[in-house]
């Protein structure tokens, strides 16, 4: 039977009460099999039907549950590493892309954590003028660099985090591969904020 052509009519739905741990048990021991794949299936059918009939909030709620019977499905072996690692980074930084709050606390924290790395790490006190080849040749760069001020690292987390390329260029080798972290990690955690912001409010 397709849930998703089920209607629902004057259904409360306890989720205070719904432990996803415990439905996985209660499958197990009535035998069937696999438990893992079927809780999800059908939450995944419910989410359906709940979107089709624009319940978005309850949509969510089973998505979410849909994500997290397949990371409770837990280590399958190095071939499912990949998938593995994406489940729980996924649930960390969004709550699988269902959860606003986290998402935007998360991009606050990358913003934060990186403007105070950069208090620490050295950026260029200087940028070589290069106008020919031979001056190229030269050119003295500065290799050691001083860290930023508080208020200019907020700044300037804020640019790296928005594609910018601020100055200074970093110095070092650990500034450079803190930048470049920020560079992958803030867009990526502001894509999924808009996705979390997008499920919510679609209509």
Not at 133 to 160: H, I, N, W
């Amino acid at each position: 039977m397709d849930s998703r052509k089920f209607e629902f009519i004057a259904v409360e739905w306890n989720w205070h009460n719904v432990k996803i741990k415990q439905e996985i048990k209660s499958l197990q021991s009535k035998n069937i099999s696999p438990a893992h794949h079927l809780l999800e299936l059908a939450c995944r059918s419910l989410a359906l039907n709940a979107e089709e009939n624009h319940r978005y909030e309850r949509a969510s709620r089973f998505r979410y549950m849909a994500m997290e019977v397949r990371r409770l499905e837990g280590w399958q072996g190095w071939r499912n590493f990949a998938s593995w690692m994406l489940n729980w980074g996924y649930l960390l930084a969004s709550g699988y892309g269902e959860r606003v709050g986290q998402a935007f606390l998360m991009l606050l924290g990358i913003w934060l954590l990186a403007a105070a790395l950069y208090t620490q790490v050295g950026f260029a006190r200087w940028e070589p003028r290069i106008a020919t080849e031979k001056e190229a040749a030269a050119a003295r760069r500065d290799e050691v660099g001083e860290p930023l001020r508080p208020s200019r690292a907020l700044t300037y987390s804020l640019g790296v985090m928005t594609l910018q390329k601020p100055e200074p260029h970093p110095a070092t080798n650990a500034a450079q591969s803190l930048v470049m972290l920020e560079t992958i990690l803030g867009p990526v955690q502001a894509a999924l904020l808009a996705l979390a912001i997008r499920r919510k409010f679609m209509r």
